[in-house]
């Protein structure tokens, strides 16, 4: 592919701009192998991560002052949660474009389900009767090097892998822009937890808030440290990968959602002679995947949820419990913090469009009031107890009454194969 020309010149655009390319370049783009378009992929991600401009490199003096205040985060977390782990998460300071690279491969796996869900839907057998089995030529199409000449059917199953590879690098490259570390969001990656701070995102938010540098460090140091903390437990990871890839796996073809023939639905107005048509899918995940989704993945959503309100409610409670002692501006940080989670704009709409992962700020409250009441009944050692092993997930009822999860938990005590929290469960 020729040089950057092909990115949206609105660096914040959803979409990818097909129109800058000729048709032979995009019939080979569409050719590449695989369920997914890794390049384009990185390519858009990383450019929409850096904007109209590469990010300024990282001061040095930022770098050492984060990694002094990490030492003193780590004994305060180890202490508190019990999981040595925290002592021994390495740190890497980022910039977004790198943030947003790294991200494309730690999400591959969830990103590949996705793709085998999408790629079963529209394969040529599944479009027939709606698409028809037309040549280019039976639909008045101008012969393009490199189209198939079987049918226009084939070319929506060509088109999968280049839209996926489009709107997975605009998830993440959005992401990039707004992402402080890398727990912002229960981004489902199984990866080995690390400490991940993006200190251009850190410095504009500390600026955009007229906070001490020092203090966001410091809670920031906190809040990603607890978030590896509890990811260096083998199941939760395993947990959050699950979830991601069971809704993603959910998404089932029905014509009767997509239309019929080439007169009504999605592909209706689908050309491939011309490259605005298919910039149109591409702008659009929820249209195509919208009519995918299904009764099932709102259940899966529905448990996804409480997962993760329990996994914020957690990281919420321990952050308070040693920030706000030592944090002078922490009740402030805290504020921004809560209005960044629920005002991510598009790169909210994008993870929650794809892997179905949106989270309302109601859903951290749910977390938080679980934690409090736990503590409050059982004290914090009963909280802890959370990450023993998978049979210590709440449901969606416990999360709304915590005594009934203290009260299984006793009760099943007995009969639950209990190890330490530091005890390595195996990759």
Known sequence: MSDPAPFPEDPFG?????????LSEMFRIMQSPGPVNWEIAKQL????ANGEMPEKEIASDDQEQLSDLVLAAK????????IAASLTTPLKVLTRADWATAQIDSLRPVIVALAGSVGKALTPEALEGLIGENTPEELGLPEIPGMPAES???????????????QAGSMIGHLARHSLGIYDLPLPTEDSPTLVFVVGNINEFEEAWSLERSDIY???AIHELVHASVRSIAWVRRRLVALATDYVSAYEFDGSDLGSGLEGGIFADLDPSDPSSIQALADHPEELLG?????????????????????????????ERTGRPLIVSFDRIHEAM????IERGEAERFIEGLLGMGAGREDFERGSEFCRGVVERGGIESLHRLWENAAM???????VAPGLWLARIELDESDIDRSPLDEPEGP
């Open 338 to 341: 809560a209005r960044h989670r």
């Open 152 to 166: 226009f059917s084939t070319i929506v199953p060509m088109l999968a892998p280049l839209l996926l590879g489009v």
């Open 45 to 48: 991600a990383v450019a929409i």
């Open 291 to 319: 009519a995918l989704r299904n009764d099932r993945q709102r259940l899966l959503l529905d448990e996804a949820r409480v997962f993760h309100a329990v996994l914020e409610g957690y990281a919420d409670t321990i952050l």
């Open 75 to 82: 004994t305060l977390v180890a202490n508190e949660t019990g």
């Open 218 to 220: 410091f809670y920031m």
């Open 14 to 22: 959803a979409g990818f701009d097909f129109s800058q390319l000729d």
């Open 393 to 399: 997930e709440p449901t969606a009822n416990e999360l």
